[in-house]
């Protein structure tokens, strides 16, 4: 186990994973944020239909 855990820390830490880190950060808030946009356009549609009809 412990030789398992040395290897994971290597590689975590390494200058390579850090960029594959940041870039998985910058997907995910990317992801996170769509359903925030799409439940906003949803809202301003339903919004503009009840303002026409």
């Known amino acids: 186990m412990k030789l398992y855990t040395d290897a994971m820390e290597d590689t ?3 200058e390579e994973s850090q ?3 940041e870039n998985a950060a910058d997907k995910f808030q990317e992801m ?3 359903p925030l946009l799409n439940v906003g356009n949803v809202h301003m549609s339903k919004r ?3 303002m026409n009809h």
Do not use: D, G, Q
């Open 19 to 21: 960029e594959l880190f």
């Open 48 to 50: 503009t239909f009840r």
């Open 32 to 34: 996170a944020a769509l």
């Open 12 to 14: 975590i830490t390494s």
